[in-house]
Every structure is written in structure tokens, then in C-alpha cells.
């Protein structure tokens, strides 16, 4: 799945994939009436920044030193390879150091990316993407499946541990929860001197019954847009990064509805 903006979209393998056919077939006819709900507290704001200064870049470029020589040493076909890229840290270590010394970029420059990035963050946390996220999915859901799904709205969790117990709610003509939480976002890349990173959302649905309050299906789902450099994305206010993260929500939707509702195991093709 590709948008306007590169954007993909990725998760761990959903339960409907690893399933009996039977199975999802069984969950699926008895859904009911769904109501889906999202988390009311804040997502993690993860950003990536390059070394800062000289200082910084010197010790990203000693991790990356350090560590070059092992893992190639892990994967090599030669017998001893690790214990041989053992070896070589001390030197791996000191070439990275001086490397990401030279290589670093200003402190200045990687500041005024930290604060446009803080910025834009708060941008987004007063849009209240929760609520995007959750017309989509209902939205994508009705036209696309066959399923009752409306909005549930003042029951999601309150916090990031919070288990929420719908089978002792007052939730009348509401059969199943499709509960969204929106758990990180931002821009992400290595822990290298200079590294691209790519603005990302990552959301936990889950498809809980409410009688006895089961979790009948539970997937992770990771949109990333592509890679860009720290100076694009600090560029123009931050609009791209802005920009990257909304087009996530439609893509996200998509990935929900269609691993809750619509595609089955191989097997159950045949």
C-alpha cells in the first residue's frame, strides 16, 4: 500500500493470517454491531536527530565504529568471523570516532531541527488525529465490508496501561470493540552521525468482545513515509512532517479494516 507521499504501510503478522480459516470465519459472523473507540492519551513522540556538533557526532561515529566490525564478523562465511571482528573494535572504534567527528552536523542546525520537529508534534496534538483515525476506519469500514461499525465514543483507555473492561459498561446495542490506540509517532532513523529518517505513526487496534470482554484479534500497524534527511524535514515549518504524518491515518485505516474484516488465510481461498 503506497500514498501520495510514499507512504507504506507494515505490521507483525496479524492474527487473521496465522488462523484456521474456520476460526476467522467464526469470529467474523458473530461481530455484531461494532463500535470502535480510540485511546484518549497522548502518543509517544519518538524524533531522530543526527550527532549534535562534534561531541555528538564523535560519539555516534565510536558506536558505529565499535560495532561495524562484530556484525560483519557475525555474518561473515569465514569460521571465527566474530571473534575476529572482535578484534578489529579497538581500530573500528577510533576510525568512527574521528569520522563522526568530521562528518557531524552543527549544533545549531541540529537544534533548530529538534524545535521545529517539538512543534510540529504540537501541531499535530491539536488536530486531534485520534478522531481522523477513527472516522477512516468507520468510514472505510462501512463502504468496504458488510459489517455494522459505528463510532463508540467515551470509553476508550485513559492511559497506555489501562485495560479497559467493556463488559461492565453501559454500552446498549454495541456487540464487539474495535479499540484504536494511537501508541508512537514522529520520525525515525539509525543511530548513525547523519541519518535519514522516515515520519512515522504506529497504532494497536484490538477486536474485543464485550459480553465477557475477549480479545478476539489484536495486530500492531506501522506507517512510515520515505526517507528524507533531518534538514528536508525541519524545512518550511516542518510542513512535509506534517504533512507525511496525516496521509498515515487513511493508510493505517486500510490496514485495520482489511486485517479485522476482510482477508482470510491462504486456506480459506481454496
Same mark, same amino acid.
Given at each position: ?75 561473515? &562465511? ?24 568530521? =562528518? ?7 537544534? =533548530?531541527?529538534? $524545535? ?66 494511537? $501508541? ?9 552521525? =547523519?541519518?535519514? +529518517? +522516515? ?44 504533512? +507525511? ?8 485505516? $486500510? ?9 482470510? &488465510? ?5
Amino acid at each position: 500500500m503506497v500514498g501520495p507521499l510514499g507512504l507504506g504501510g507494515c505490521t507483525h503478522t496479524p492474527n487473521t493470517y496465522t488462523m484456521k480459516p474456520q476460526k476467522v470465519e467464526r469470529i467474523r459472523s458473530n461481530l455484531g454491531t461494532v463500535g470502535v473507540t480510540v485511546s484518549d492519551y497522548k502518543a509517544e513522540a519518538e524524533i531522530s536527530l543526527p550527532g549534535r556538533g562534534v561531541l555528538g557526532g564523535a560519539g555516534r561515529g565510536f558506536v558505529m565504529g565499535a560495532t561495524i566490525p562484530v556484525m560483519v564478523g557475525a555474518v561473515s &562465511p569465514i569460521p571465527g568471523g566474530t571473534v575476529i571482528g572482535i578484534l578489529f573494535v579497538p581500530i573500528g572504534a577510533v576510525v568512527g570516532t574521528f569520522y563522526g567527528a568530521a =562528518k557531524a552536523a552543527p549544533a545549531e542546525e541540529v537544534d =533548530k531541527a529538534k $524545535e521545529m520537529a517539538n512543534r510540529t508534534v504540537e501541531k499535530l496534538r491539536a488536530m486531534d488525529l485520534r478522531l481522523t483515525l477513527q472516522n477512516e476506519v468507520i468510514q472505510q469500514g462501512s463502504e468496504r465490508t458488510g459489517f455494522n461499525i459505528v463510532p463508540l465514543s467515551g470509553v476508550g483507555p485513559q492511559d497506555a496501561k489501562e485495560v479497559v473492561q467493556y463488559d461492565q459498561l453501559q454500552i446498549p446495542g454495541i456487540d464487539t470493540v474495535l479499540e484504536l490506540r494511537m $501508541e508512537r509517532g514522529g520520525l525515525w532513523g539509525f543511530y548513525t552521525v =547523519k541519518p535519514p +529518517s +522516515s515520519a512515522f505513526v504506529e497504532i494497536r487496534a484490538q477486536l474485543i468482545r464485550v459480553s465477557d470482554n475477549e480479545v478476539l484479534l489484536d495486530d500492531v500497524v506501522f506507517c512510515a513515509s520515505e526517507e528524507r534527511s533531518y534538514k528536508k524535514w525541519s524545512e518550511d515549518e516542518g510542513q512535509l512532517f506534517l504533512e +507525511s504524518i496525516i496521509s498515515c491515518i487513511p493508510s493505517l485505516a $486500510e490496514k485495520v479494516v482489511d486485517d479485522f474484516f476482510l482477508v482470510y &488465510p491462504l486456506a480459506a481461498q481454496k
